[in-house]
Nanobody, 117 residues
Framework: QVQVVESGGGLVQPGESLRLSCAGS????????MGWYRQAPGKRRELVAS?????????NYADSVKDRFTISLDNTKNTVDLQMNSLKPEDTGVYYC?????????WGQGTQVTISS
C-alpha cells in the first residue's frame, strides 16, 4: 500500500498557476512510477501526468495538459509535485496522486482545483 497526502489546490482565475504537492510514504512509493490524476465533475478519473523513477525520470502527459503542466519528483523529500500553468476552466476537478499505473488501495483524499473567473 502507498499512503499519500495531496495539497496545494484552490480557486484561481483562468491563466493563473497552481502547484500541487503529494507527500508519500511506504516502500512502494519510493520505488514506483508516480502519476497525477484528476476527476472532473461528472467524468471518470484520468491520468494527466506521470513520471518514472528510472530512465532519467521520463515524463508523460495527457494531450490536454501538455506544455502547461510539469510533474517532478523529489526523492529526498518523498514528494511528487505538479506545476500547473495557464490554467483553464476545463482543468477544474479533484486531483489525486498515486502510482502509475494506479493502485486501488492507494488513493488519497485528493485536492480540489477550481478554475473560474
Amino acid at each position: 500500500q502507498v499512503q499519500v497526502v495531496e495539497s496545494g489546490g484552490g480557486l484561481v482565475q483562468p491563466g493563473e498557476s497552481l502547484r500541487l504537492s503529494c507527500a508519500g510514504s511506504g516502500i512502494i512509493f519510493s520505488l514506483a512510477a508516480m502519476g497525477w490524476y484528476r476527476q472532473a465533475p461528472g467524468k471518470r478519473r484520468e491520468l494527466v501526468a506521470s513520471i518514472s523513477r528510472g530512465n532519467g525520470g521520463r515524463t508523460n502527459y495527457a494531450d490536454s495538459v501538455k506544455d502547461r503542466f510539469t510533474i517532478s519528483l523529489d526523492n529526498t523529500k518523498n514528494t511528487v509535485d505538479l506545476q500547473m500553468n495557464s490554467l483553464k476552466p476545463e482543468d477544474t476537478g479533484v486531483y489525486y496522486c498515486n502510482t502509475a499505473p494506479a493502485r486501488s488501495d492507494s488513493w488519497g483524499q485528493g485536492t480540489q482545483v477550481t478554475i473560474s473567473s
